[in-house]
């Protein structure tokens, strides 16, 4: 194993007060889907990648054991809601129920703080949803009645 030596004064050389890269706060988002403002959607969740691992062991060589890279595994992405007029994504599962199945593409736009220029986008391809989920009514509360939809997919990549 090879170890390397930080040289602080080279890095303190570098670094400017003023000059700080803060990290973009998740709450600053877009959804389309084919190109279109879907909704404003209040969550997101399972963008994830994952290499599924085979670990072998051979025979005369007990103290190793090898990993091989077999497949990938994609999540499914879950959006949540506040319920309104729009249907369009009700619309899309109504018709999948249906056997109707239309894959499409989408894309997930993370904002800088001014909500003005792109910071990341995710892109995720052939999607489809698989599931809704409905609000909680209480008549005890005020919260804004939100619908949760799982859509699976065939990929995911960052473009920027």
Not at 25 to 36: D, G, K, P, R, T
Not at 84 to 110: A, D, F, H
């Amino acid at each position: 194993m090879e170890y390397r030596m930080v040289n602080i004064e080279t890095s303190r050389k570098k670094w400017s007060p003023g000059n700080r890269t803060d990290p973009f706060l998740a709450y600053n988002f877009l959804v389309e889907i084919e190109q279109i403002p879907v909704a404003s959607f209040t969550d997101v969740s399972g963008l994830s990648i994952e290499a599924q691992v085979e670990r072998k062991s051979f025979g005369g060589e007990n103290d190793r054991e090898y990993a091989f890279i077999s497949q990938v595994k994609f999540s499914d992405i879950t959006f949540k809601k506040g319920i309104s007029n729009q249907n369009l994504l009700w619309n899309w599962y109504m018709q999948v129920i249906e056997g109707k199945i239309q894959r499409k593409n989408g894309s997930i736009y993370l904002l800088d703080p001014s909500g003005e220029s792109v910071a990341a986008i995710w892109d995720f391809y052939n999607a489809c949803p698989i599931k809704w989920e409905g609000p909680v009514f209480s008549a005890s509360s005020n919260n804004v009645a939100v619908e949760t939809l799982v859509f699976t997919h065939q990929g995911l990549s960052r473009s920027k």
